[in-house]
C-alpha cells in the first residue's frame, strides 16, 4: 500500500523535478554560445570569477558599451552654443519657440512622455549679448497650458509667470537681455513640479559687453527623470540622454580653453553636482562677478547655474560626472577626449 | 423501423444543438473584435498598463546575478534597463527583447555582489516603469552539486522522516492504553492535522496574493482543496471497501495527509534557504524535529489496535516523511510559484479529509464519541501542543 501512495506522490511532482536541469541546460547552453541579447556590451567571454570586475568597472562604460541612446551628433545643438556677438545695444534678436508633447528617449529603450521646448529635453540654448532685445514668440502646441519664465531682470509681465498661454495659443515676450552671465528658462505654469520636470527647461546664455576670452564653449544641463511617478528619479543626465558623453567623449584639445556653461534643472532631488577627473578648472557661480573658485567639483541647488573654464593640462579620457554617486550610476557620466 | 430511427435522429440533434452555444459564442466574440477598440471608446479611455513585471527568483553566482522575470499583464512589456542598487548596469537576457503575456525570461547581470549584505535589483521596462525585488541578504544560490543535493536531502530527512519515525516509536505504549486514552489520542491526532491544514491554507492563500491575478486566485487554492478532499476520500473508500477506514489504512491516510504537508514544508525550507531568506541553523532544524514528532504520534493512534510490522511502520514514516526531501530538492533547485499554490492547496485538503476520517473513527471507537472528555481534550491537546512546538521554528 506505502508503495501505491510514494509513486502517485512522484508522479505529482516528477514535471517539477525536471524544471531545474531544463533550466540549467538553457542557461549554460546560452552562456556558453553568448546566444543572448547582449544589452550593454559586456564581455561575455569573462570568466566568472577574477576577470568578472572588469566587466563591472568603468571600462565596461565606455564607448559602444555605454548605455546610451542616439549617434554621435544628436545633441550637437544642445552642446555647442550658437557664437557670441559683439555688444551692441537696442540689437533686436528674434527666435519661436513652440512647447509640443512628444516621447523621448532618454535611455536605450526607454521612453519618457515629455513635454518639450522644440521638441528636445533641455530646449533650445538661448544665447544674447548684454543689451540686445530679445524678442520670444512661443506657440504652445502641447496639450497642457505653459510658459516660459526667463531668469534676468526685466517687467514682470515679460516674466512667464501670470500670462498662462492656453492649449494652441500663442504669447510674444519681449525684454532686455541683462544681467549678462549664465541663466536658465524653465515652464512657469502649475504644478509647477510636473511642468519643470516633463522636460521644460533651457539654458540661457546672455554674454557680457566685454567679450569673455574665445574659447571651446559647451553648454551642459543637468536634469533628471522619474518615470514611474514616485517622486524620485529614475534616471540623470547631461543635455538629456543618459551615459551620451560616455559614449561619444566631447573632443577637446589639450591646452585650448573650454568654458562650460553648466546649469542644474533636476526635479525631486535638492542638489546635483560636477566633477572633474585628473584636472581642475576655476567655476564662476551665475557667470557673474568676478569671484572665481579654483576646484574639481561644484554643487548647484535647483536653478542654480555657473561657468566652468577648464585647459586641460593633459591629453587623455578624462572622466566628469556628479559626485553623487546614485547620479554618476544612473546616467549622469561622460568623458572628455582630450587630444595633443 | 421509423419511430426508432426518428429517435435517433432526435438524439443526434440534441448532441448537435449542445454546439449552438459554442458556435454563437464565437461569432460574437469575433463580430464584436472586429469592432477594434470603438465599443469600448463608447466607455472611455482605458488606463496604460502597469508595465510591472513579476520577479520569481533572484540567483547570486560569483560575479553574476540572474533575475527570472515574468510578464503578468496582457500587454507586452520590453526590459529596457536592469538596475542594481539603483545604479544602470549592462545586462543579456535569453529569451526576446519584448515579452509577451505570461511569458518569462531570465535576465543575467555580471556583477560583483558582496555576500550576506542586503541588495536591490530593478528592472525597468520601456515605459520607465521600475519594479524591484529586495533581497534581504545576498547568498550564493546552491548549484545542482552532489554536494548540495545530499545536503538538502539530509535536512529533509532530519525534520521529516526521522521525527516521524521517533514518533512511531509511540506505538507499543499506545496499545496499552484503554479506549477511552486511545479515543483521546485519536482526537490529538485529528487536532495536529487540522492545524498542519489551517496552516498550509493559509499559506496556500498567502502565495496565490503574490502571483499574478491570471494565474493565482483563491480558486486555485479551491481546486487543490477540492482535489485532495476528493482524492483522499476515493483512496479512503477504497481501503475501507466503502466503509470508511480503519486501523492501519486509517494510519496510511494520516500519513499521506501528513507527507503532503511535509512536502510543502520541504519546499518551503529549500526555497527560503536557496534564495538566502531563511538562516538554516541548528536550532530551526531541532524545531522542526520537535515540531513534526508528534506527526508520528498521529500516525500511531489509529493503527494502535492492529498488528503492524517493522516494514509498514517504516513504510508508514516513508510516506509521512520521506516528501519533505523531496520538497527540499524542489525547493532548493527550482520554484513554481503556481505549482507550489495548487500543492498547498492540496496539502490543506489532505489534511482537513484525514481529519475527518480519523473523527469519524474515533467517534466510532471512543466510548462516548466526539462528545467526550478525552475526544474535547485530545482535540484541543493537539492543536495546542502544534502551536507549542511551533514556536521552536518560528
Not at chain 1, 525684454?175 to 510636473?194: D, S
Not at chain 2, 555580471?110 to 530593478?122: F, S
Not at chain 2, 517493522?310 to 516513508?318: F, K, P, S
Not at chain 2, 466526539?370 to 475526544?375: F, H, I, K, N, Y
Request: proline content about 6%; glycine content about 12%; some cysteine.
Amino acid at each position: 500500500m506505502p508503495k501505491f501512495t510514494r509513486k502517485k506522490l512522484l508522479c505529482l511532482t516528477a514535471p517539477l523535478a525536471a524544471v531545474p536541469i531544463a533550466g540549467k541546460l538553457v542557461l549554460e547552453g546560452s552562456s556558453a554560445e553568448a546566444a543572448g541579447h547582449d544589452h550593454a556590451a559586456h564581455n561575455t567571454s569573462a570568466s566568472h570569477t577574477s576577470t568578472s570586475h572588469a566587466a563591472v568597472g568603468h571600462a565596461a562604460m565606455i564607448g559602444e558599451g555605454a548605455p546610451a541612446v542616439g549617434g554621435p551628433h544628436d545633441l550637437d545643438a544642445l552642446l555647442y552654443p550658437p557664437p557670441a556677438l559683439p555688444h551692441e545695444p537696442g540689437r533686436l534678436r528674434e527666435l519661436t519657440i513652440v512647447a509640443t508633447d512628444r516621447e523621448v528617449e532618454i535611455a536605450p529603450g526607454v521612453f519618457f512622455p515629455a513635454w518639450t521646448y522644440n521638441g528636445t529635453i533641455p530646449g533650445p540654448v538661448v544665447r544674447a549679448t548684454e543689451d540686445d532685445v530679445l524678442r520670444v514668440r512661443f506657440v504652445n502646441a502641447g496639450a497642457h497650458p505653459h510658459t516660459i519664465h526667463f531668469h534676468g531682470i526685466h517687467p514682470t509681465n515679460m516674466d512667464g509667470v501670470f500670462e498662462i498661454v492656453e492649449r494652441d495659443g500663442e504669447l510674444t515676450y519681449e525684454f532686455p537681455a541683462r544681467p549678462a552671465g549664465f541663466h536658465v528658462y524653465h515652464c512657469h505654469a502649475t504644478p509647477l513640479k510636473k511642468h519643470i520636470h516633463k522636460g521644460l527647461y533651457g539654458a540661457f546664455i546672455i554674454d557680457p559687453k566685454e567679450p569673455r576670452e574665445p574659447a571651446r564653449e559647451l553648454v551642459m544641463v543637468m536634469n533628471g527623470y522619474d518615470t514611474d511617478g514616485d517622486g524620485e528619479n529614475n534616471f540623470y543626465t547631461v543635455n538629456g540622454r543618459t551615459f551620451y558623453y560616455a559614449r561619444y567623449p566631447i573632443r577637446v584639445k589639450q591646452g585650448e580653453l573650454v568654458r562650460v556653461y553648466l546649469a542644474n534643472l533636476t526635479e525631486f532631488d535638492l542638489v546635483n553636482s560636477f566633477h572633474l577627473h585628473a584636472d581642475f578648472f576655476r567655476y564662476q557661480p551665475t557667470g557673474t562677478g568676478d569671484r572665481w573658485e579654483y576646484t574639481d567639483t561644484v554643487m548647484q541647488c535647483q536653478g542654480q547655474r555657473g561657468v566652468l573654464e577648464i585647459r586641460f593640462a593633459h591629453a587623455g579620457t578624462f572622466m566628469f560626472h556628479a559626485h553623487q554617486s546614485e547620479f554618476t550610476e544612473l546616467g549622469w557620466m561622460g568623458y572628455f577626449q582630450v587630444e595633443e | 423501423m421509423e419511430a426508432g430511427s426518428s429517435a435517433v435522429g432526435r438524439g443526434v440533434a440534441w448532441r448537435v444543438w449542445a454546439f449552438v452555444p459554442i458556435l454563437l459564442l464565437a461569432v460574437v466574440v469575433g463580430a464584436f473584435a472586429s469592432t477594434g477598440d470603438r465599443l469600448l471608446d463608447l466607455v472611455g479611455q482605458s488606463p496604460p498598463p502597469a508595465d510591472e513585471l513579476d520577479i520569481r527568483r533572484v540567483e547570486f553566482r560569483p560575479g553574476e546575478i540572474r533575475v527570472l522575470a515574468r510578464n503578468p499583464q496582457r500587454e507586452p512589456i520590453t526590459i529596457a534597463v536592469a538596475t542594481v542598487d539603483d545604479a544602470i548596469v549592462p545586462f543579456t537576457t535569453d529569451g526576446p527583447d519584448e515579452l509577451g503575456r505570461l511569458r518569462s525570461t531570465r535576465v543575467v547581470i555580471p556583477y560583483d555582489w558582496v555576500a550576506d549584505e542586503p541588495i536591490t535589483v530593478g528592472l525597468t521596462s520601456s515605459t520607465g516603469i521600475q519594479t524591484t525585488a529586495e533581497i534581504g541578504a545576498a547568498v550564493e544560490t546552491p548549484t545542482a552539486s552532489a554536494r548540495g543535493f545530499v545536503g538538502y536531502g539530509l535536512v529533509g530527512l532530519l525534520v521529516g522522516v526521522v521525527p516521524v519515525a521517533l514518533g512511531l516509536l509511540w506505538l507499543p505504549s499506545l496499545r496499552r492504553l484503554d479506549a477511552r486514552w486511545l479515543g483521546g489520542f485519536l482526537a490529538l491526532t485529528c487536532g495536529l492535522l487540522a492545524f498542519l491544514g489551517v496552516e498550509a491554507l493559509f499559506e496556500a492563500f498567502e502565495l496565490q496574493a503574490g502571483l499574478p491575478g491570471a494565474l493565482g486566485g483563491p480558486g486555485l487554492v479551491l481546486l487543490g482543496v477540492a482535489l485532495a478532499t476528493l482524492g483522499m476520500t476515493l483512496v479512503s473508500s477504497r481501503l475501507g471497501r466503502g466503509s470508511g477506514a480503519t486501523g492501519l489504512a486509517l494510519a496510511l491516510l494520516v500519513a499521506i495527509g501528513i507527507g503532503v504537508h511535509n512536502l510543502g514544508e520541504g519546499l518551503a525550507i529549500g526555497t527560503s534557504f536557496a534564495v538566502g531568506e531563511l538562516q538554516l541553523g541548528t536550532f530551526f532544524v531541532i524545531g522542526f524535529m520537535v515540531h513534526n514528532v508528534t506527526e508520528g504520534l498521529g500516525i500511531a493512534a489509529p493503527a494502535a489496535r492492529e498488528r503492524v510490522s517493522v516494514t509498514r511502520l517504516a513504510g508508514l514514516a516513508l510516506v509521512a516523511g520521506a516528501p519533505a526531501i523531496l520538497g527540499a530538492w524542489l525547493g532548493g533547485y527550482a520554484t513554481n510559484d503556481t505549482l507550489a499554490v495548487l500543492f498547498f492547496g492540496i496539502a490543506a485538503g489532505a489534511a482537513l479529509q484525514v481529519v475527518v476520517e480519523v473523527g469519524r473513527y474515533a467517534a466510532r471507537t471512543t466510548p462516548g464519541g466526539l462528545r467526550s472528555g478525552a475526544a474535547i481534550g485530545g482535540f484541543l491537546a493537539g492543536i495546542a501542543v502544534m502551536w507549542a512546538t511551533g514556536l521552536f521554528v518560528g
